[in-house]
């Protein structure tokens, strides 16, 4: 009987779950609609030039790519020079924070000697660096500096709840079948982190975007999208100012949803879902 309604089971699970992403989809393209529905609508109310409508946004963004009124360069060398400074500053800050938080989270000397600092410097904003990381490191690893302190935190933070969270059970197995603590770190803590890890990477990610933009906006060599919105919304060219805007929310998408796609495919590799 088992066996003849497990055919079934299955087929009914399967339509739900494509059910299910469906009417995701579904919700989002509303929620996205409505949006720019608001948006619409608030640009004929107001009828202000500082808040264009999206069409006109639109067209703007297209002619963006072939040269930005305000700054005279095409849109695409503006996006390269901000993930340039975006990638190095972010794994940068992959770089130092993973060691560490590994390092805080399993040994009680290091989070003792680290804990203090990193609670006295996570409260402040990456942006309240910006005028001693621009005097001290130049108009290029200025910027760069902020992101790395914007995406820093979030991984380090990840990492070491990550590290504190692994079950007791797990570790007492390990040791009751001979393993050392080098081993129980390389074997049962790290794998275990590694979720933890990768929400450290996609929250870092947003607010890495928010960084480079608030940087760029202040002051950066070879530009950058931040100067797009800060250069045309100064002289009036809102349009344009939004297309910037534009960018940032699709490169941030793509980033997040890059991230998140690596979160479950190594999630999937390590047997956890």
Known sequence: MTNTQEPGRSFRSFIGLKRDQASDYILYAISIIGFIAIWWIGSIILNK???????LVLD???KSFNKDPATGLPMMQQ???SLGRFVVG???ALLVAVPLGLAMGYSRIADGLGKPIAEMLRPIPPIAWVPLFFIALGL???PVAVIFLGAFFPILSNVIFGVKSVETTLMDAAKTLGANRRTIFTKVVFPYTIPYLMTGV?????IAWMCIVAAEMIGARGG???????INGSIGLYEYMFAGMLMIAILGIATTGASKLIEKRVSIWMGMR
């Not at 996609?202 to 947003?206: C, I, M, P, Q, S």
């Not at 950058?224 to 800060?230: R, S, V």
């Open 49 to 55: 030039p500082y808040l264009p409508a999206p069409p």
């Open 60 to 62: 703007a963004f297209i």
């Open 79 to 81: 996006v390269f020079a």
């Open 90 to 92: 972010f794994l940068l």
């Open 140 to 142: 290029y690893w200025g």
């Open 202 to 206: 996609t929250v870092g990610l947003g």
């Open 224 to 230: 950058g999208i931040g100067a797009i919105i800060n």
